[in-house]
Every structure is written in C-alpha cells, then in structure tokens.
C-alpha cells in the first residue's frame, strides 16, 4: 500500500463568470463517479420504461449510497423497475449549480435525489437561489441518513500533552496554542515546533464550513443560533483571524491533510507537519485503520500508522454533517420512487451498514457501536454539546468574513513557457487556442481569487534556443496583489512559447526565492505548471538532480526551525510527468493536480488557489 493519491484529477467543465464565492463553490469538484445504480440486470437498464432516479451524492459516502442503491433497485416489487443512479458531485459545486439552476450541459443530468454532506448546504443553496431572484428551495427539515460530528483530529502525544480527555480541550485552547510563542516547547516539547492547524476552506469542504460555524460559536460564546452582528463583534473577528493565524495551508479537500499527514507518519514526522486538523469523526476512524483518503483500490490493505489521531471534540460544541436527503426535482413517479429510496434507506437493516461506513446511523432505532469505539480515536459519547445549523444568512456572512479573516499568502507562480505549450489544446483543432493561451487565461482569472494583500509574483521557465541552457525569467516581483493585479495579468497575456523544460531546477529556483524571503506570517509556496518532463540538456544528471530536489524540499518542511514552502504542482496535458510532479509535491507536504485535458485548466487552477 502506497497511499501517493496526492494528484487531483479533474474532467473538462466549462466555466461561466462568477463572483468569488461563486467560483469557489464551481471551481473543484471531486471526480464524478460512474452513474448506474446496479440490480435489476442488463434487461433494466435497457429498458425504456424503467423509472431512473438521478441522485447527486457527496463522495465521502458514494461507495455506501451505490451498494444501497443495488439492493433497493433489486428489491423493488412495485410497477415497472426503478434505478436509483448515485453520482459523486462535491456538496459545494451541486449547491451552487442548484441555486443557479441546474445546468445539464455543464453539470450532467439534473438529480431527483440530492445528499450533501450536511443540510448546511441546503441552507446556503436556499440563501442563494433567493439573492439570485431564483424560488429554488430545498426543505429545512429534510430526512437524515447517517450522521459525523465535526472533530479537530490531533497526534496521539500531542492530545496527551494538553492533559485530553481529562482535561477538556476547545477552540479557545486552541486559539491560545495558535498565538502563543513557544506553545508547545512551554508543554516540554520544543521539537514538535509551533502549533499547527489545517483547514479546508469553507467555500468548498464540508468540514471547512462546519469548523469555521464551530469557532464563531466559540469566539461569540453562543449556544444557541449566531447572528450576523455577533460576526462583526471585533472580539469574534480578532479569535478567527487568531486561529487562522497558525493553518498550514487551506485545500478543497481534507484527505489532502491526512495523505500528507499518513506520509509524514511513514517518516516519523507526523508531529512537525500538522498539530491539529479539523475533520469529521468517520476521518479520524479511516485515518487509524491505515486507510487515510477513506478509499481502498482493488488489492490496496491498510497499514495502520505509527502514531494514531485521536478525536478532540470541542468544549464549546460542534456540529454534526447530516447528510440530509432531498428531492429536488423529477415527473411523479421520479419523487415517488426517491421518497421510498429515502425510506429504505432509513430501515434498521441498511443503518447498520452505515455503521460499518465509519458513520452514525440516522436513525436513533439503530444504536452507535463499532467502529464508534475508543480503541479508534473516537468517543460515542461525545459530542457532549451539539450545535444548531446556522441560519443560511448567517453561514453566508460567514463564507464572506473567512475571505478577509484567512492566513495570508506568499505566493511564486512558476509557469512553464517550453516550445510544447504551443500545441493546440485541444486535439484535431488547430486554429483554436494552444495550451498556453489557456494557462495564461487561468491564471489571471485565478488571481480573483487571492486577497488584496496576499504577495504574489510570476517567474517562467524554459531553455535558451541557442545554448540550451536553462533560462528563469523574473516577470513580475512578489509583491501585494492589490498594486500587483494589473501588472500581472499583462505579463501573462504577453507570455509566449519558446524552447525546452529545465524542470527540477525551475522547481529549485522557486523554492529557493521563497525561502530566502520566508514570511512566517504568510503561507509560502509555489504554484508549478508544466507541460513535460525534465528536458535541461543534460539528461544523465536527471535522477540525481531529482532525488536532490525532493531531499531538500523535504528538509525545508522537517525539524524544529522547519521553514515550510509548500509546492503545488499542476500536470498540464499528457506529456507532463505526473509522478514526478506527485512526488515534489509530497516532498514539501502540498499537493499534486492533474489536468491531464487543458480544457479543465480554469478549474484546476482555481483548485490551487483554494490553498491560500
């Protein structure tokens, strides 16, 4: 077992005009699954008059939603045959594309059923079908299939050092970890460095949302439901930017975290790269079995890691993701069949598959027992305090605060300009635009998605024509975007394509720039594009010159005076090495995308971003 899933993949999606959270909610989504509920036989699916019911399923329970779907399909006895069809779309992206008006050329076919991670979501489609003038709503109170409470995951000795479970451990004590000089060396432990948090964003991840709901209400000291003034409260706005202060870096996705983390752990580094992370309880559960991104390939065991997570469930109360189940759409007999899928889901038989999941049963019949055990890192009786789910104007303002209360950014974009990225982006058409066209249009448009005060910068690379030689061209300096944009963009739109693809030490020379001037206040790193392999004229030093690069990433990240640039790659095309750009990647404890079709580009850069 390897676990070197670092590389995101994403399909070609077009892409229309958006505001920031807009654009946030489209920009990633997870790889859609095969559509096709199972039973019922070849017969079934070919037959026309067969009722099929479209269900949009957030990923982390698309496995389990498919194996149900199978079992109801072949157990139904009513008129006619029904398929139940789960596909895996992100919570976020089908939030978004349902408020908006659900755009089957772009989206795929319109579900009947929808199942986010948590009825946060339908809250935030609700508020934003209504801004939008759209009367789309999905109900408050939908019916629920499982349940996972929000946790901060943290190392084993770390949990102990703060004296938990014993002793209580909530956002509070966390933001007091996360602006205290020394916190943990004042604990006995100066080798494990400064606190660490990691967190998704909001505008994409279940979890992100969940936490940043969980340390408002702590920050406002509010049991029951917060409202918009309490969110402006300097006391509230001052405790988020404290937690904020001390993220690793943010992702789309937590399993981005724990893949990084279960590496570190195979390196006994797991207590220098993150302290805490926060993720649901079912994460914490995957992570101890040795399965950290919750899936397991055909073949694939588990090996469990060397120092376990445990679940710290907030003093101040947490929320539970949901997963509530819509009917969002359909003819008659479409809702119909949702509503006793919905119902089948339910029965005490199918819940205590849920369990086996990782998740609690939604229904309160089926009690909570293995693998909700302690011997896992979780507690069945915790959470102690529930939170209520905010009110959707509230998670908006919310959304809106993080924008401008996130850890701010350092940032080197590092863009490949070889003779390469000029072939057409798409096969067989020639007069259209080349990959390079749509690199620079995704960049720019990414920038959008940056704060003002974030520091970035554009450096290409490529080879000399005549010497061969590697050539690193400065176009713009690292510096606050709000006097960058401009600038920037005039550089990218000026970009053109020239020679060779002198990778490793491109990939080198940016983290040395953003090492020389590390801001610890700032989340350093790199975005690297390109097209190909290392081509530096001088192949026979490759394999050294790559093993020395990953060494000294990874030294950069390791170590109690650990100054972490983090260095997100992009394979662009079919020709980029998407191993070895998986593996610089994992070697400073980012992450790897794949946009193997350039089509994707604008989403997979957007997905980077999502970082910062």
């Given at each position: 077992m390897?676990?070197?899933?670092?590389?995101?993949?994403?399909?070609?999606?077009?892409?229309?005009?958006?505001?920031?959270?807009?654009?946030?909610?489209?920009?990633?989504?997870?790889l859609t699954g095969a559509c096709g509920g199972g039973g019922g036989?070849?017969?079934?699916?070919?037959?026309?008059?067969?009722?099929?019911?479209?269900?949009?399923?957030?990923?982390?329970?698309?496995?389990?939603?498919?194996?149900?779907?199978?079992?109801?399909?072949?157990?139904?006895?009513?008129?006619?045959?029904?398929?139940?069809?789960?596909?895996?779309?992100?919570?976020?992206?089908?939030a978004t594309a349902l408020a908006d008006g659900w755009n089957s050329a772009e989206m795929g076919t319109e579900p009947v059923l929808w199942s986010p991670a948590s009825s946060s979501w339908g809250a935030i489609t609700n508020q934003r079908s209504s801004d939008g003038g759209n009367k789309f709503t999905v109900p408050n109170d939908p019916p629920t299939f499982m349940l996972t409470p929000l946790v901060i995951a943290m190392p084993q000795p770390m949990a102990d050092a703060l004296g938990y479970p014993e002793k209580p451990v909530g956002w509070k004590d966390l933001l007091a970890l996360s602006t205290e000089t020394d916190a943990w060396a004042k604990r006995g432990h100066p080798e494990w460095g400064q606190f660490k948090l990691g967190k998704p964003t909001p505008h994409l991840s279940p979890s992100g949302l969940s936490a940043r709901a969980d340390q408002n209400h702590a920050a406002a000291g509010a049991k029951d439901n917060l409202s918009v003034e309490q969110l402006k409260a300097k006391k509230v706005v001052d405790f988020n930017k404290g937690i904020e202060s001390s993220v690793v870096h943010y992702g789309d996705i937590t399993m981005t975290f724990l893949n990084n983390w279960f590496r570190a752990d195979r390196r006994d580094t797991a207590l220098t790269y993150a302290s805490a992370v926060a993720v649901e309880e079912k994460s914490v559960i995957d992570y101890n079995s040795g399965n950290p991104d919750g899936v397991l390939d055909p073949g694939e065991k588990p090996r469990k890691p060397r120092i376990p997570l445990?679940?710290?469930?907030?003093?101040?109360?947490?929320?539970?993701?949901?997963?509530?189940?819509?009917?969002?759409?359909?003819?008659?007999?479409?809702?119909?069949?949702?509503?006793?899928?919905?119902?089948?889901?339910q029965e005490p038989t199918n819940q205590k598959k849920v369990l086996a999941f990782g998740f609690r049963p939604g229904n309160p019949e089926v009690p909570v027992g293995n693998p909700i055990v302690a011997k896992n890192g979780v507690d069945p009786d915790q959470p102690a305090t529930t939170l209520p789910v905010p009110d959707p104007k509230v998670l908006d303002a919310?959304?809106?605060?993080?924008?401008?209360?996130?850890?701010?950014?350092?940032?080197?974009?590092?863009?490949?300009?070889?003779?390469?990225?000029?072939?057409?982006?798409?096969a067989g058409d020639p007069g259209g635009p080349t990959?390079?066209?749509?690199?620079?249009?995704?960049?720019?448009t990414a920038l959008d998605e940056f704060k003002a005060d974030d520091e970035v910068g554009l450096r290409t690379f490529t080879t000399d024509e005549n010497t061969g030689q590697p050539v690193y061209d400065d176009l713009v300096e690292i510096k606050e975007l709000g006097a960058n944009a401009e600038g920037l963009r005039t550089a990218l739109r000026e970009l053109r394509p020239r020679n060779g693809t002198p990778l490793f030490g491109a990939a080198e020379q940016a983290f040395d720039e953003i090492k020389s001037g590390y801001d610890p206040t700032r989340i350093n790193a790199v975005i690297l594009l390109t097209d190909g392999i290392n081509e530096d004229g001088d192949p026979a030093d490759d394999d050294a010159q790559f093993k020395a690069l990953t060494n000294k990433l990874r030294a950069g990240s390791e170590g109690e005076a650990a100054t972490p640039v983090r260095m997100f790659t992009i394979a662009y095309g079919e020709g980029a090495s998407t191993g070895q750009l998986s593996a610089i990647a994992e070697a400073s404890d980012a992450a790897a995308y794949d946009s193997s079709d350039p089509d994707a580009i604008d989403r997979v850069f957007t997905a980077v971003v999502s970082n910062f």
């Open positions: 390897t676990h070197d899933r670092a590389t995101r993949r994403f399909p070609t999606q077009r892409r229309q005009g958006t505001t920031r959270a807009r654009v946030a909610l489209l920009a990633v989504a997870l036989g070849e017969q079934a699916a070919e037959d026309d008059n067969c009722t099929k019911v479209p269900a949009a399923v957030s990923s982390e329970k698309i496995d389990l939603m498919k194996e149900l779907a199978e079992d109801f399909n072949r157990a139904w006895d009513g008129q006619g045959c029904v398929r139940v069809e789960p596909e895996s779309v992100s919570s976020g992206r089908a445990v679940s710290i469930y907030p003093t101040e109360g947490t929320l539970y993701s949901d997963n509530p189940l819509y009917v969002v759409s359909g003819t008659q007999a479409q809702k119909d069949a949702a509503d006793k899928f919905i119902k089948f889901l919310i959304l809106n605060a993080w924008d401008t209360q996130r850890k701010g950014a350092r940032v080197l974009m590092m863009l490949d300009v070889s003779g390469s990225m000029s072939e057409p982006a798409t990959k390079l066209d749509l690199a620079k249009q995704a960049a720019s």
